[in-house]
């Protein structure tokens, strides 16, 4: 069983950048398609990006291509988003999540979650 633990996200202006940082403990996260999730009030959880652990294929929802990034380090056991150009509607919690199976946007198909980090962009 993984463990996973959010870190880096906080107030930043439209058009800033923060990354968030997805960290495991337990098992390394090489045997995890690794996804990022948010959900903003009154909203349902959505997708955001995945990196898959067979390839290191990434993905995007379309309201993000473009601007954020998905990373491995697995000398730190850590996965990143890196986000840029960031907009008001890119407020919400995030949340990383761990999959034995391909990537997917799915959230029940996620076995592990952290306790998610809360991005709010504002001026």
């Known amino acids: 069983q993984v463990h996973l633990v959010e870190s880096g996200g906080g107030l930043v202006q439209p058009g800033g950048s923060l990354r968030l940082s997805c960290a495991g403990t337990g098992r390394s996260l090489d045997y995890y398609a690794i996804g990022w999730f948010r959900q903003a009030p009154g909203k349902e959880r959505e997708g955001v990006s995945c990196i898959s652990s067979s390839d290191d294929s990434t993905f995007y929802t379309s309201s993000v291509e473009g601007r954020f990034t998905i990373s491995r380090d697995n000398a730190k056991n850590t996965v990143y988003l890196q986000m840029n150009s960031l907009k008001p509607e890119d407020t919400a919690v995030y949340y990383c999540?761990?999959?034995?199976?391909?990537?997917?946007?799915?959230?029940?198909?996620?076995?592990?979650w952290g306790q998610g980090t809360q991005v709010t962009v504002s001026s």
């Open positions: 999540a761990a999959d034995f199976g391909p990537c997917g946007w799915d959230s029940g198909d996620f076995d592990f």
